[in-house]
């Protein structure tokens, strides 16, 4: 009771500081929105460090104070309904640690509206999510990992200063080239109906039967086209599942999309809800409607007019491919592109995932065969990622005698070329050991999705299995699918590592680490070790030391 009265307090004398210097609220400009301090939609942490005011140009939205029924899920859910009609947005959902109450952050790429969302849709959002949410003017977002980034009018500032006069000369005919590009939004005069989702590669399906498989869900997909990948995932509340299928082109997307209404699965034949999923931003973008009209040059110099291109993906009469930036907000600019065309022919742009580098298979030839040859059989297996298949030309050529790219022969060099992003334990006998991992091959999100909790926090690996380190072993690693793993180089961190490799090597056993739906294998010293490098990674030379070890995780 007594922390009440003093907010009470506080509060009301906050409410006589602002009328003693403010004009009468009455006769200020109906343009300004004004919070007071009483006002329920501003949080009393944001009143605490910027008072009643808001800023005058903001993107950014930090929600929090929803009823404390509702999971992150159905917050998130909520939020993608009810901000639909507006242009791109991004939803991050955060729960510090120590916190009982999670957070959204809400990034809207369109200026105004944020603003416009604080002004008009406060009722709704009250009725859907708590009569004390608050809405909160931001200049931040927040990573996957909860840390504090820029928004990305900020971030474009920092880059230009610290680009040379040059780069910034091309940075500015690159921003006039994204102005021109950008038409106006229409105005809307009522929220589009469901239907008029913007498409995507990513179909979205659920309320499945927690006990759904991906091979369930092939069968049900497959007729539409070929699939990228699938994730399966379970409700907070275990009664239920929900998935995320790529597929290979947004036509196939949409056809998808339209055959599916209406599904129903499971024994008890439970209707699902079905729709495009949100492509997530990455600096690696899928391009269609390509032909035979079309050279991997063409494409670059149309989409370098948005940003430094890293690489292109494409083989000749394909009719889709992939280009690469160096940063991330220059796929977002040509995601957002509304006229990109190559000879009078309008593409279509979605954000693709990042793939690793090397995804050379063993019993492939350095050279570059012709296009059939690359891309293996004509109906490959749905499992199989298309980015793999597609980049497999690109990746002979840097693997084999061509350009030679360089040689990791060091930690220092794989600690710089290879970015840790996990850093967490590994426990043996009650033993701790910290470590990050570098990946170097496989898909990054099993790392994220699999080895932190529901508040990202990173899971302890506790080793409770052990396998021979044998041929066995090496032969069942290397049948993996790419898509159902990532490999990564384990580096000590605080505590030195030694006791733990030498345990393995005693054992002459790799370690096994099951954290709910992975397994994680962990490789010390040895020639199997070794091998497993050269095949997933042969550009890493690294000697054996008492400072690492590999692990391998595979989802299950």
């Not at 901000?83 to 916190?99: A, L, P, Q, S, T």
């Not at 890493?540 to 299950?556: A, G, W």
Request: proline residues 6%; positive net charge; charged residues 35%.
């Amino acid at each position: 009771m007594g922390f009440d009265d003093r907010d009470r307090r506080s509060d009301s004398k906050k409410a006589r500081r602002s009328d003693s210097r403010s004009p009468d609220p009455r006769r200020r400009s109906p343009d300004k929105f004004n919070g007071r301090s009483n006002s329920p939609h501003l949080s009393k942490f944001y009143r605490e460090r910027f008072g009643d005011e808001s800023p005058e140009h903001y993107n950014n939205l930090r929600m929090s104070n929803f009823d404390t029924r509702l999971s992150k899920e159905d917050v998130k859910e909520i939020l993608e309904r009810e901000f639909r009609e507006y242009k791109r947005f991004e939803i991050k959902m955060v729960r510090h640690d120590g916190d009982t109450e999670c957070f959204a952050y809400v990034n809207f790429e369109e200026t105004g509206v944020a603003k416009e969302i604080r002004r008009t849709k406060i009722p709704i959002l009250k009725k859907v999510l708590g009569s004390r949410v608050c809405l909160d003017p931001t200049g931040v977002v927040r990573d996957q990992e909860g840390k504090y980034i820029p928004d990305r009018y900020n971030r474009s500032l920092m880059d230009r200063r610290e680009r040379s006069p040059p780069e910034r000369e091309r940075e500015k005919e690159r921003e006039r080239e994204r102005e021109r590009r950008r038409s106006p939004p229409p105005r809307r005069s009522s929220p589009p109906k469901s239907r008029n989702e913007s498409p995507t590669r990513t179909i979205f399906i659920g309320n499945m039967p927690a006990a759904t498989t991906e091979k369930e869900i092939k069968n049900v997909i497959e007729r539409y086209g070929k699939i990228e990948c699938i994730e399966i995932k379970m409700a907070e509340n275990g009664l239920a599942s929900y998935a995320f299928i790529n597929m290979v082109s947004i036509r196939e997307a949409i056809a998808a999309r339209h055959g599916l209404d209406g599904l129903t699965m499971g024994r008890e034949e439970r209707r699902c809800r079905v729709g495009f999923g949100k492509s997530q931003p990455s600096k690696r973008v899928w391009v269609g409607d390509l032909g035979s009209w079309c050279t991997r040059d063409m494409i670059h110099r149309e989409f370098d007019r948005l940003g430094d291109v890293e690489s292109v993906e494409y083989t000749a009469g394909d009719e889709y491919g992939y280009v690469t930036y160096k940063d991330t907000q220059a796929g977002v600019d040509a995601v957002s592109g509304k006229n990109l065309m190559i000879k009078g022919h309008k593409l279509t742009v979605d954000f693709a995932k990042i793939v690793p580098d090397r995804r050379r298979r063993r019993s492939e030839t350095p050279e570059s065969p012709p296009p059939k040859k690359v891309r293996g059989p004509r109906t490959p297996s749905p499992a199989k990622s298309i980015d793999t298949l597609s980049s497999v030309e690109r990746e002979k050529s840097e693997n084999g005698n061509g350009n030679g790219s360089p040689k990791i022969s060091t930690l220092s060099d794989l600690q710089r070329t290879k970015v840790s992003t996990w850093k967490g334990n590994v426990v043996l006998k009650k033993s701790e050991y910290p470590v990050s991992l570098h990946r170097i091959f496989g898909d990054e999100n099993i790392i994220q999705d699999y080895l932190r909790d529901s508040e990202g926090r990173a899971l302890k690996l506790a080793l409770s299995q052990r396998l021979p380190m044998d041929e066995a072993l090496f032969d069942k690693i290397t049948a993996f699918k790419d898509d159902e793993i990532a490999v990564a180089f384990a580096v000590e961190k605080d505590r030195p590592i030694e006791n733990l490799l030498n345990y393995l090597e005693e054992k002459k056993a790799a370690g096994v680490a099951p954290v709910d739906n992975v397994q994680t294998f962990l490789l010390g010293n040895s020639a199997i070790t070794q091998r497993i490098i050269r095949h997933f990674a042969p550009e890493i030379d690294i000697p054996p030391s008492q400072r690492h070890f590999v692990t391998v995780i595979k989802k299950s």
